[in-house]
């Protein structure tokens, strides 16, 4: 079997990878990047778009109903209905019914070379692809190896889960008509969305979260506002409490949970966390355990392996799970190693260097799609209290703005800042309601700038918008 050179190999072409390879070939070096599936990765075709694809039509329905003059030329119901088929061809359209051709022409119109096939390290600075048809490529990287193989749904020990057909993001995001019930087994993001999207199509749904709240990383009145708007929809939200087993009667999937209920339902959708696609990824063959989370330094680069040749971006590194923040991090890890390759090392250093992957620790936003919308910025205040700081939050009623009462009738929306009280900056910001999600870059400038609260002051903000937040919240806090 011959070796082909190459200067990067990248393991994994979703938008982790495929934002290392396209700023690494622009650079000038050559690129491989290896694909056991799409192009384009989970993000493409079986998480964030088609379940956006879901959600914005049954939110701007929502939204019209919030809206006199609109609403009654709808269809007269008022009850928030869309036409679902309509809504899931739409969906399809979007994942370009799973071809991944244009995703792979764009990848070729870059300058890298996409190797279709199952990559694994077989020591350093190597890469062996299996084919389907049972051919193996040898691949010798010159400069770095870069892993990006994403992450697989994590499946929590259930009696039965294996036997029932347990749905994950990919069946639930791609189901090919509405479900008559669905069970959801967690209340983090993925439940939240899920729920919130079937429900408004048609769906009756059961949400089993084990914590007392739902996204229990954010804010508690994100959580709290969340469960409310489900429970308003008729989702029937189980808190407190998990499923000890599932077992399939037929059409019927019986849950039990720990406080000894029953639940039944058409399917069940495991949403319970996500781990590392590391396994199989020959790990083992360059020092570390196979299926381990890729630990990495703020460069990107793996730690604990000789030579500063193997890197790892986006969701395999275990880090903020987030398409944005892997491509933040692929941003980084290309000029990374570019630089190394031109013996460039001096600009590596410094927090704020382009180099850097500062923001994975003090600024990681965060939009969830369910309604209200729930964006978010930087720490919470448990966080910041847990870092050390000494924070004081303020919160502002969005409706009270002149923009939130003309954005729906009976705008309801929250948004809290976590102020430093020593730097007096802002750490942390969480806005939910309807139509938030473009307010948050505001939001993320003010904490990735450190923006004393008193410059902030001349950040005037115009009316009537829903931005006025933003001075209502300096005015709480004081100034
Ligand atoms: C339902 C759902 C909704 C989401 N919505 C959002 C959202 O709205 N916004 C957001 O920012 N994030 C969202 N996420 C998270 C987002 O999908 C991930 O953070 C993102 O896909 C991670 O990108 P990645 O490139 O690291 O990995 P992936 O997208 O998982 O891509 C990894 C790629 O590597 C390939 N691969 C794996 N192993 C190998 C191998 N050995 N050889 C070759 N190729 C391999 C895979 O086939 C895949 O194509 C959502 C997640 C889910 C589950
Ligand atoms: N809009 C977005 O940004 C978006 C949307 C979807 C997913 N994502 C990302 O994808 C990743 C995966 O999302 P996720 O929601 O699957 O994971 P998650 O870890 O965010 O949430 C999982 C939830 O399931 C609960 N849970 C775990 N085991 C359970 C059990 N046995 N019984 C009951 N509840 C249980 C947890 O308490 C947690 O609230 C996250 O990092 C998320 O940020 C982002």
Same mark, same amino acid.
């Given at each position: ?18 934002n ?36 914005r ?45 244009s995703?792979?022409d ?21 890469v062996?692809?299996?084919h ?40 639930a ?5 509405v479900?008559?019930?669905?069970i ?26 084990h ?5 229990p ?20 939200v189980?808190? %407190?409490?998990?499923?000890? !087993?599932v @077992?399939?009667? +037929?059409?019927? &999937?019986?849950?039990?949970?720990? *406080?000894? =209920? ?8 495991v ?11 020959g ?9 381990d ?6 460069t ?20 903020a ?41 003090t ?12 964006a978010?910025? %930087?720490?919470?205040?448990? !966080?910041? @209290?847990?870092? +050390?700081?000494? &924070?004081?939050?303020?919160?502002? *009623?969005? =409706? ?19 102020v ?21 870059h ?5 904490v ?26 300096l ?5």
């Amino acid at each position: 079997m011959s070796t082909q050179e190459i200067d990067v190999v990248v393991l994994g072409a979703g938008p982790a990878g495929e934002n290392v390879a396209d700023r690494v070939v622009r650079a000038g070096l050559s690129v491989a990047i290896v694909e056991s599936e799409r192009a384009g990765g989970e993000c493409s075709y079986w998480a964030c778009i088609p379940s956006k694809a879901l959600l914005r039509p049954v939110e701007l329905r929502a939204a019209a109903d919030r809206m006199p003059g609109v609403r009654e030329v709808l269809d007269g119901s008022g009850d928030g209905s869309v036409d679902a088929d309509a809504v899931l061809a739409r969906r399809d359209e979007f994942v370009h019914h799973f071809d991944d051709s244009s995703q792979a022409d764009w990848i070729g119109s870059t300058g890298a070379l996409l190797v279709r096939g199952r990559g694994r390290l077989s020591g350093e600075r190597r890469v062996e692809v299996d084919h389907d048809d049972g051919t193996t490529t040898s691949l010798a990287a010159t400069r770095a190896v870069v892993v990006a193989t994403g992450s697989v749904p994590t499946m929590p020990p259930v009696n039965g889960i294996h036997d029932v057909g347990a749905w994950t993001n990919r069946e639930a995001t791609g189901a090919p008509r509405v479900p008559g019930s669905m069970i959801i087994l967690g209340g983090g993001a993925v439940g939240c969305e899920l729920a919130t999207a079937w429900r408004r199509l048609g769906s009756s749904v059961t949400l089993v979260q084990h914590g007392e709240r739902l996204l229990p990383t954010m804010e508690p009145a994100a959580g709290e506002r969340v469960l409310s708007s489900l429970r308003d929809d008729g989702v029937d939200v189980r808190l %407190g409490t998990s499923v000890s !087993a599932v @077992r399939r009667d +037929g059409s019927t &999937v019986h849950a039990t949970l720990d *406080d000894g =209920g029953e639940v039944t339902a058409d399917e069940f959708v495991v949403a319970a966390g996500r781990r590392p696609g590391t396994r199989g990824v020959g790990l083992d063959t360059v020092g570390m355990r196979d299926g381990d989370v890729l630990p990495v330094d703020d460069t990107t680069l793996v730690t604990g392996v000789d030579g500063e040749w193997l890197y790892a971006v986006g969701d395999c590194t275990d880090r903020a799970k987030l398409t944005h923040m892997g491509k933040y991090q692929a941003r980084a890890c290309a000029d990374v190693i570019v630089a190394r390759s031109k013996g460039e090392t001096a600009m590596l250093g410094g927090r704020y260097a382009k180099t850097a992957t500062t923001a994975e620790r003090t600024a990681v936003t965060q939009v969830v799609f369910t309604d209200p919308q729930v964006a978010a910025v %930087g720490l919470t205040e448990r !966080a910041a @209290r847990d870092a +050390g700081l000494d &924070v004081e939050s303020v919160s502002y *009623d969005i =409706g009270s703005t002149a923009g939130g009462s003309l954005q729906a009738d009976g705008y309801s929306g929250l948004a809290t800042i976590v102020v430093d009280r020593e730097r007096r900056v802002v750490v942390g910001a969480t806005l939910v309601g309807q139509d938030v999600t473009d307010m948050l870059h505001a939001a993320t400038v003010m904490v990735v700038g450190e923006v004393p609260l008193e410059r902030l002051w001349h950040a005037v903000p115009s009316f009537p918008t829903m931005s006025e937040v933003w001075l209502r919240l300096l005015e709480s806090y004081g100034l």
